[in-house]
């Protein structure tokens, strides 16, 4: 694959443009001017953004890291020729994110490459993964050491072996430990355990199951036999009830019989004095005082009427008389002399006897009426009359409290359900408080085995052939699992034997390129490498019987064998890849960076290299080579 351009709206890169040439292209530009952002574009144009990857303390996402500074939204076009065609590449911000969306075109017609999408893109055109050209052959500054990761490690082992590029051993041992674990991993944790757990687990729901099949008819057992007992206890507390409730009757009845009698009593007493009718003891008393004094009073009155009667009938007897016959012979005389006004006075003599006559009758008809007045009770007979109306009220006011508390009882006893005699009822021989402390026995029994049976039953609400048939499942899978255990046990030692004997003859073609760049980087120096699983290397040195580890190597030698793994690592894992540098020769000596141009210039032969630079001197020797200069502005 050879780039023959890029237009980038990323980062600091506003519509800039690069244009490149097959073989060796030497990119210069002074540190801060876009050289990394360049060599992150080509990887983002390949690859894509993942934008998963967040901001944290330190680091940028590159989502976030190179957003352009404008403002504007993040796009990209990369110009190339693969197996032939000419493709463009074109990314753009969508809803997805940033460079989110894709297109890739044949750049003649501008008719879309099928087999082209956002993700496929770069392997397809590289043929590697994102992983393998970071790690091989994108080479920052003072990045040029390797180290191994599972993708990186896989096509490592197929160089070293087969060929096949299916396999990582790490991967696998891995895959397999986790496979391992997820059925066991120690005595409590894994597949195993659990199911064991679980089937320990269903056996006790199967014997809690026969247990509760025992309880449950055990309760109903004795269940049925206390409910017998309680029937029993209960008909012959029934039966006390039953005569309780015959001597409350019988009270009833007799209070009954009480409240008749007092009533009639009170109905039958003879109706009191009239005058005293209606009146308190109090009130009675005093008004016998009252007829007492009246007596001796109407006694007095009567005295004193008849004397003055009596004086009055004298006075009739005298006057009226004398008047009449005196007015009589006045008449006479009076005529018989022709004296009239003799007569006259005759005749008032005579009006003046009837008028004293009906004057003295009307006196005498009052004293009569006193007279002749029935006289009230006096003395004794007042007493009499008194003291019974007294026995009357006393006798009528305990006929009424017997009624009240008879009727107060009646109540009480109706209150108490008390009715009328209906039967006979034998007394009962048993003491009732013992009746009722055995009862209460009984149904406390009765509750605490009515308790079991409701935990057995409910127990029992499992189905108990579901549980069996899980048992034994459960014990099936165990033995599987167990089975499945063993089996990637011996795998894995398998695998670690297998491992053993690649360890023994690890990347031998590996060993054998980067030792030849390595030999040309030092100019013979150095003339060989070994690399152990990790990547680390151990270095032949000319003149020196054993190799040594690149601890011992100076900075610029250390350098020198990391770039030499590097292209041997690009040689062999991704051949179709371009080689891109970003300053990788920074810190490289004037003679050591010579030696690294002229090896990259015969790497430009079989692939394009991009090398980007902040020296004078890297552009100088590309120029009196015939490399592709160009000068970023």
């Known amino acids: 694959m050879n780039i023959i351009s890029m237009t980038a709206t990323f980062g600091k890169l506003e519509g800039a443009t690069l244009t490149l040439s097959p073989g060796l292209n030497i990119l210069t530009a002074p540190n801060e001017c876009g050289k990394s952002t360049w060599a992150a574009f080509l990887t983002a144009m390949l690859y894509g953004i993942d934008t998963r990857e967040r901001d944290k303390a330190g680091h940028l996402a590159q989502k976030t890291k190179y957003q352009p500074w404008s403002g504007a939204a ?26 989110g969306g894709f297109e890739a075109v044949y750049t003649a017609t501008g008719d879309p490459v099928p087999f082209l999408t956002a993700a496929n893109v770069g392997e397809t055109l590289t043929g590697v993964s994102r992983e393998v050209f970071v790690r091989c052959a994108l080479v920052g500054q003072g990045d040029t050491a390797v180290t191994a990761a599972p993708d990186l490690e896989r096509r490592i082992a197929a160089l070293a072996t087969t060929g096949e590029e299916e396999v990582s ?13 997820r059925r066991q991993a120690n005595r409590s944790t894994g597949l195993i355990p659990q199911l064991e757990g679980e089937l320990g687990q269903v056996r006790r729901t199967l014997e809690d199951t026969a247990q509760a099949r025992q309880t449950q008819a055990q309760a109903r057992q ?8 309680k029937q029993q206890l209960e008909r012959q507390l029934e039966q006390h009830q039953a005569y309780r409730q015959q001597a409350l009757n019988q009270r009833y009845a007799q209070a009954l019989q009480q409240q008749a009698q007092a009533q009639q009593a009170l109905e039958s007493l003879p109706a009191p004095d009239p005058r005293f009718r209606g009146l308190t003891a109090a009130q009675a008393m005093e008004q016998a005082g009252n007829l007492s004094q009246q007596g001796q009073d109407h006694s007095r009155q009567r005295q004193q009427a008849k004397a003055s009667r ?43 006897a009837v008028l004293v006559a009906i004057v003295l009758v009307a006196k005498m008809g009052k004293y009569d009426k006193i007279l002749y007045a029935p006289a009230p009770p006096q003395g004794e007979n007042m007493q009499e009359t008194l003291q019974r109306y007294l026995d009357w009220l006393t006798q009528r006011q305990q006929l009424e409290a017997q009624v009240h508390h008879a009727g107060e009882r009646v109540a009480d006893l109706e209150a108490q359900g008390a009715q009328r005699p209906v039967s006979s009822v034998t007394p009962p021989t048993a003491d009732p408080h013992v009746l009722t402390a055995q009862l209460r026995q009984v149904e406390g029994q009765m509750a605490q085995w009515q308790t079991r049976l409701d935990q057995a039953t409910g127990a029992l609400g499992r189905d108990t052939l579901e549980t069996e048939s899980r048992r034994d499942e459960l014990a099936g899978q165990i033995a599987q699992r167990q089975e499945e255990y063993q089996a990637l046990t011996l795998a894995l030692e398998g695998l670690e034997e297998a491992n053993a004997t690649l360890r023994q003859r690890f990347s031998p073609a590996l060993n054998e390129k980067a030792g030849q760049l390595l030999a040309r980087l030092t100019e013979g120096r150095h003339c060989g490498l070994t690399l152990a699983r990790d990547l680390s290397a151990q270095v032949e040195q000319e003149g020196v019987q054993l190799p040594h580890s690149q601890l011992f190597l100076s900075a610029g030698a250390q350098e020198q ?20 540098l970003d300053d990788t020769l920074a810190n490289f000596d004037d003679t050591r960076a010579a030696a690294a141009l002229e090896l990259l210039a015969q790497q430009a032969q079989e692939r394009q290299v991009l090398l980007f630079s902040c020296h004078s001197r890297d552009a100088a020797w590309g120029e009196q080579h015939g490399a592709n200069v160009t000068k970023l502005s």
Request: glycine letters at 10%; proline letters at 5%; one cysteine or more.
């Open 561 to 580: 064998l990391y770039l030499a793994l590097r292209l041997a690592l690009c040689d062999l894992t991704a051949p179709q890849a371009p080689l891109v």
């Open 169 to 181: 051993y790490s991967a696998t041992v891995r895959t397999l430990k986790d496979w391992r674990n």
């Open 310 to 352: 009596n004086r009055l009938s004298a006075a009739l007897r005298l006057w009226v008389p004398i008047l009449g016959v005196g007015g009589l012979l006045l008449i006479i005389l009076g005529f018989f002399l022709t004296l009239y006004p003799l007569s006259f006075v005759g005749f008032g003599c005579m009006a003046a």
């Open 222 to 229: 004795e269940l049925a036999g206390l409910q017998v007992r």
């Open 74 to 99: 993040m796009a990209g076009e990369l110009r190339l020729e693969w197996q032939g065609q000419r493709i463009t590449l074109r990314r753009f911000a969508n809803r997805s994110g940033p460079f």
